[in-house]
């Protein structure tokens, strides 16, 4: 009886791994993640001037935006998401107002809002260079969805000259359109 455990154990020793599926062989294993979907902007300012240049990468939690702008004045600035993608300087008025498919009220502290276009004040060095990120939970780059910025008339990205004040409708009180972005998907 002895042997016989002694030739079990054995034979389970030598033939190591390969009863739990692994083998001698290199084997590739495929695997099928999809790509996240990305979008981008160059930012110019009134003069049509390259200023900055925004990138975009959704994941399971949202789109985080990273965005590096320079030459912008001392204090915060308001910067949204616009509902067309078009910035003719020197007003961007082309970009529309911000993009708010839900058609609620501006601002993460107003009862009736926000817009899905609203995003955080950004305040730059005193170089005037802001190099930030953060993550916008409520919109998406899948085409062919309500809170998609990426439909028939694209969006855009726009800084303006003062503090959104995240409350007042439709703008936060945030002032001039100062620069702007069209947002592109990237291919």
Known sequence: MKNIIVLSVSVLLLSGCNLFGASNKEEKISVAAPEALQASAKIIDTEGTEIGHMEMTEGADGVLISLGVKGLSEG????????????????????????????????????AGPHLGDLPNIA????????????????????????????????????????????????????????????????
Do not use: M
């Open 76 to 111: 915060e600035h308001g910067i949204h998401i616009h509902e067309v993608g078009k910035c003719d300087p020197p007003t961007f008025e082309t970009a529309g107002s911000h993009f708010n498919p839900e058609k609620k009220k501006h601002g993460t502290e107003n009862p």
């Open 124 to 187: 730059p060095e005193e170089d005037g260079n802001v190099q930030v990120e953060f993550l916008a939970k409520n919109i998406t780059l899948e085409t062919g969805l309500a809170n998609s910025i990426l439909d028939a008339d694209g969006s855009a990205i726009v800084i303006h000259e003062g503090p959104d004040d995240y409350r007042t409708d439709p703008a936060g009180n945030s002032g001039a359109r100062i620069a702007c972005g069209i947002i592109k998907a990237s291919e």
